[in-house]
T-cell receptor, first 111, second 119 residues
Framework: DAKTTQPPSMDCAEGRAANLPCNHS???????VYWYRQIHSQGPQYIIH???NNETNEMASLIITEDRKSSTLILPHATLRDTAVYYC????????????FGKGTMLLVSP | GAGVSQSPSNKVTEKGKDVELRCDPI?????LYWYRQSLGQGLEFLIY????????KSGLPSDRFSAERTGGSVSTLTIQRTQQEDSAVYLC?????????????????FGSGTQLSVL
Protein backbone atom coordinates (compact mmCIF):
# COMPACT_ATOMS: atom_id res chain seq x y z
CA ASP A 1 0.00 0.00 0.00
CA ALA A 2 1.13 3.57 -0.68
CA LYS A 3 2.24 5.49 2.39
CA THR A 4 -0.06 8.15 3.78
CA THR A 5 0.76 11.14 5.96
CA GLN A 6 -1.67 12.57 8.48
CA PRO A 7 -1.32 15.14 11.27
CA PRO A 8 -1.09 13.39 14.63
CA SER A 9 -3.87 15.42 16.21
CA MET A 10 -6.55 18.01 15.50
CA ASP A 11 -9.14 19.89 17.51
CA CYS A 12 -12.64 20.86 16.47
CA ALA A 13 -15.49 22.67 18.20
CA GLU A 14 -18.76 20.82 18.49
CA GLY A 15 -21.12 21.70 15.65
CA ARG A 16 -18.36 22.92 13.38
CA ALA A 17 -17.01 21.10 10.35
CA ALA A 18 -13.98 18.90 10.92
CA ASN A 19 -11.62 18.74 7.95
CA LEU A 20 -9.04 15.97 8.24
CA PRO A 21 -6.23 16.05 5.66
CA CYS A 22 -4.27 13.15 4.25
CA ASN A 23 -1.29 13.20 1.91
CA HIS A 24 -0.68 10.24 -0.39
CA SER A 25 1.73 11.64 -2.95
CA UNK A 26 2.86 8.22 -4.24
CA UNK A 27 -0.64 6.89 -4.90
CA UNK A 28 -1.03 4.81 -8.05
CA UNK A 29 -3.84 5.06 -10.57
CA UNK A 30 -5.55 1.89 -9.36
CA UNK A 31 -5.40 2.66 -5.63
CA UNK A 32 -8.41 3.73 -3.60
CA VAL A 33 -8.41 6.05 -0.59
CA TYR A 34 -10.15 4.62 2.49
CA TRP A 35 -11.04 6.22 5.79
CA TYR A 36 -11.72 4.38 9.01
CA ARG A 37 -12.05 5.69 12.53
CA GLN A 38 -11.49 4.14 15.94
CA ILE A 39 -13.36 5.37 18.95
CA HIS A 40 -11.71 4.63 22.28
CA SER A 41 -11.98 0.97 23.34
CA GLN A 42 -13.70 -0.03 20.12
CA GLY A 43 -12.58 -1.63 16.88
CA PRO A 44 -12.13 0.54 13.79
CA GLN A 45 -15.22 1.55 11.84
CA TYR A 46 -15.43 2.07 8.10
CA ILE A 47 -16.35 5.62 7.07
CA ILE A 48 -15.96 6.09 3.33
CA HIS A 49 -13.75 5.33 0.35
CA UNK A 50 -13.17 6.73 -3.13
CA UNK A 51 -11.00 6.56 -6.23
CA UNK A 52 -10.98 10.00 -7.82
CA ASN A 53 -14.46 11.47 -7.58
CA ASN A 54 -15.69 13.15 -4.43
CA GLU A 55 -17.87 10.90 -2.33
CA THR A 56 -20.54 11.57 0.29
CA ASN A 57 -22.47 9.29 2.59
CA GLU A 58 -24.41 9.61 5.81
CA MET A 59 -21.23 9.86 7.86
CA ALA A 60 -18.90 12.10 5.91
CA SER A 61 -17.67 13.54 2.64
CA LEU A 62 -14.41 12.67 0.93
CA ILE A 63 -12.72 15.24 -1.25
CA ILE A 64 -9.87 13.97 -3.44
CA THR A 65 -7.66 16.45 -5.28
CA GLU A 66 -7.49 16.24 -9.05
CA ASP A 67 -3.94 14.89 -8.97
CA ARG A 68 -5.05 12.41 -6.27
CA LYS A 69 -2.01 13.20 -4.16
CA SER A 70 -4.08 14.30 -1.20
CA SER A 71 -7.58 14.06 0.20
CA THR A 72 -9.72 15.54 2.95
CA LEU A 73 -12.32 13.83 5.08
CA ILE A 74 -15.07 16.23 6.10
CA LEU A 75 -17.38 15.72 9.06
CA PRO A 76 -19.88 18.52 8.37
CA HIS A 77 -21.20 18.99 11.91
CA ALA A 78 -18.86 17.36 14.39
CA THR A 79 -20.30 16.01 17.63
CA LEU A 80 -18.57 14.87 20.81
CA ARG A 81 -19.12 11.28 19.66
CA ASP A 82 -16.89 11.95 16.66
CA THR A 83 -13.85 12.12 18.95
CA ALA A 84 -11.69 9.28 17.64
CA VAL A 85 -8.53 8.35 15.75
CA TYR A 86 -9.10 8.71 12.01
CA TYR A 87 -7.09 6.53 9.64
CA CYS A 88 -6.46 7.33 5.98
CA UNK A 89 -5.44 4.22 4.03
CA UNK A 90 -4.53 3.70 0.40
CA UNK A 91 -4.75 0.30 -1.25
CA UNK A 92 -5.08 -1.30 -4.66
CA UNK A 93 -8.50 -2.18 -5.99
CA UNK A 94 -7.64 -5.54 -7.52
CA UNK A 95 -6.10 -8.67 -6.15
CA UNK A 96 -5.72 -9.38 -2.48
CA UNK A 97 -4.04 -6.95 -0.15
CA UNK A 98 -4.59 -6.09 3.47
CA UNK A 99 -5.57 -2.78 4.98
CA UNK A 100 -2.42 -1.27 6.49
CA PHE A 101 -3.20 1.16 9.28
CA GLY A 102 -0.81 3.97 10.16
CA LYS A 103 -0.90 6.18 13.27
CA GLY A 104 -3.88 8.24 12.08
CA THR A 105 -5.14 11.59 13.35
CA MET A 106 -6.55 11.93 16.84
CA LEU A 107 -9.56 14.25 16.47
CA LEU A 108 -10.77 15.85 19.68
CA VAL A 109 -14.20 17.46 19.47
CA SER A 110 -14.81 19.87 22.33
CA PRO A 111 -18.02 21.49 23.61
CA GLY B 1 -24.98 -12.31 14.53
CA ALA B 2 -25.45 -8.60 14.17
CA GLY B 3 -21.75 -7.86 14.38
CA VAL B 4 -18.33 -9.40 14.85
CA SER B 5 -18.14 -10.97 18.29
CA GLN B 6 -14.91 -11.61 20.15
CA SER B 7 -14.33 -13.47 23.38
CA PRO B 8 -13.16 -13.08 25.97
CA SER B 9 -13.23 -9.29 26.10
CA ASN B 10 -10.41 -9.35 28.62
CA LYS B 11 -7.82 -12.01 29.38
CA VAL B 12 -5.14 -11.89 32.03
CA THR B 13 -2.56 -14.66 31.93
CA GLU B 14 0.82 -15.50 33.33
CA LYS B 15 3.96 -15.51 31.26
CA GLY B 16 4.51 -18.91 29.67
CA LYS B 17 0.84 -19.92 29.56
CA ASP B 18 -1.08 -20.59 26.35
CA VAL B 19 -4.15 -18.52 25.44
CA GLU B 20 -6.94 -18.91 22.90
CA LEU B 21 -8.86 -15.96 21.52
CA ARG B 22 -12.11 -16.48 19.67
CA CYS B 23 -13.77 -14.57 16.85
CA ASP B 24 -17.29 -15.02 15.51
CA PRO B 25 -17.55 -13.12 12.22
CA ILE B 26 -20.71 -11.72 10.71
CA UNK B 27 -22.78 -14.52 9.22
CA UNK B 28 -22.01 -15.01 5.54
CA UNK B 29 -18.70 -13.14 5.62
CA UNK B 30 -16.11 -15.28 3.88
CA UNK B 31 -13.06 -13.20 4.72
CA LEU B 32 -11.68 -12.90 8.25
CA TYR B 33 -8.70 -10.91 9.52
CA TRP B 34 -6.77 -10.74 12.78
CA TYR B 35 -4.96 -7.58 13.85
CA ARG B 36 -3.35 -6.56 17.10
CA GLN B 37 -2.89 -3.15 18.63
CA SER B 38 -0.33 -2.46 21.30
CA LEU B 39 -0.84 0.45 23.69
CA GLY B 40 -0.66 3.74 21.81
CA GLN B 41 0.23 2.05 18.54
CA GLY B 42 -1.50 1.51 15.22
CA LEU B 43 -3.05 -1.73 14.09
CA GLU B 44 -0.69 -4.53 13.09
CA PHE B 45 -1.96 -7.13 10.60
CA LEU B 46 -1.52 -10.73 11.70
CA ILE B 47 -3.35 -13.14 9.40
CA TYR B 48 -6.09 -13.33 6.78
CA UNK B 49 -8.53 -16.17 6.13
CA UNK B 50 -10.58 -16.79 3.02
CA UNK B 51 -12.99 -19.52 4.00
CA UNK B 52 -11.00 -22.00 6.08
CA UNK B 53 -7.66 -21.37 4.43
CA UNK B 54 -5.13 -18.70 5.33
CA UNK B 55 -3.47 -17.37 2.18
CA UNK B 56 -1.69 -14.63 4.10
CA LYS B 57 0.03 -15.39 7.41
CA SER B 58 2.76 -12.84 6.88
CA GLY B 59 1.93 -10.81 9.96
CA LEU B 60 2.24 -13.55 12.57
CA PRO B 61 5.19 -12.36 14.70
CA SER B 62 6.57 -15.78 15.67
CA ASP B 63 5.82 -19.50 15.56
CA ARG B 64 4.18 -19.15 18.97
CA PHE B 65 1.23 -17.60 17.13
CA SER B 66 -1.20 -19.72 15.14
CA ALA B 67 -4.78 -19.42 13.99
CA GLU B 68 -7.42 -21.62 12.50
CA ARG B 69 -10.88 -21.21 11.11
CA THR B 70 -13.47 -23.95 10.95
CA GLY B 71 -16.65 -24.22 8.92
CA GLY B 72 -15.85 -20.95 7.25
CA SER B 73 -17.03 -19.19 10.36
CA VAL B 74 -15.45 -19.12 13.84
CA SER B 75 -11.74 -18.45 14.12
CA THR B 76 -9.38 -19.07 17.01
CA LEU B 77 -6.06 -17.29 17.51
CA THR B 78 -3.72 -19.24 19.75
CA ILE B 79 -0.65 -17.83 21.44
CA GLN B 80 1.65 -20.39 23.03
CA ARG B 81 4.09 -19.67 25.85
CA THR B 82 2.90 -16.09 26.14
CA GLN B 83 5.42 -13.32 26.71
CA GLN B 84 4.89 -9.87 28.18
CA GLU B 85 5.37 -8.27 24.76
CA ASP B 86 2.28 -10.17 23.59
CA SER B 87 0.15 -7.86 25.72
CA ALA B 88 -2.13 -5.97 23.35
CA VAL B 89 -5.67 -5.71 22.07
CA TYR B 90 -6.34 -8.43 19.52
CA LEU B 91 -8.91 -7.36 16.94
CA CYS B 92 -10.83 -9.51 14.52
CA UNK B 93 -12.54 -8.23 11.40
CA UNK B 94 -14.65 -9.80 8.68
CA UNK B 95 -15.80 -8.78 5.24
CA UNK B 96 -18.35 -10.08 2.78
CA UNK B 97 -15.65 -10.84 0.23
CA UNK B 98 -11.87 -10.60 0.14
CA UNK B 99 -10.37 -7.17 -0.21
CA UNK B 100 -9.69 -6.62 -3.86
CA UNK B 101 -13.27 -6.50 -4.99
CA UNK B 102 -15.20 -3.31 -5.45
CA UNK B 103 -17.90 -1.51 -3.62
CA UNK B 104 -19.57 -2.75 -0.48
CA UNK B 105 -17.23 -5.71 -0.16
CA UNK B 106 -14.51 -3.27 0.72
CA UNK B 107 -15.83 -2.67 4.19
CA UNK B 108 -14.12 -4.41 7.06
CA UNK B 109 -16.29 -4.88 10.13
CA PHE B 110 -14.32 -5.06 13.35
CA GLY B 111 -15.12 -6.58 16.71
CA SER B 112 -14.37 -4.78 19.95
CA GLY B 113 -11.28 -6.86 20.55
CA THR B 114 -9.77 -8.96 23.30
CA GLN B 115 -7.51 -7.11 25.73
CA LEU B 116 -4.70 -9.54 26.54
CA SER B 117 -2.49 -8.82 29.53
CA VAL B 118 0.51 -11.07 30.18
CA LEU B 119 1.90 -10.70 33.68
Amino acid sequence: DAKTTQPPSMDCAEGRAANLPCNHSTISGNEYVYWYRQIHSQGPQYIIHGLKNNETNEMASLIITEDRKSSTLILPHATLRDTAVYYCIVRVNSGYSTLTFGKGTMLLVSP
Amino acid sequence: GAGVSQSPSNKVTEKGKDVELRCDPISGHTALYWYRQSLGQGLEFLIYFQGNSAPDKSGLPSDRFSAERTGGSVSTLTIQRTQQEDSAVYLCASSLAPLGGLGIQEKLFFGSGTQLSVL
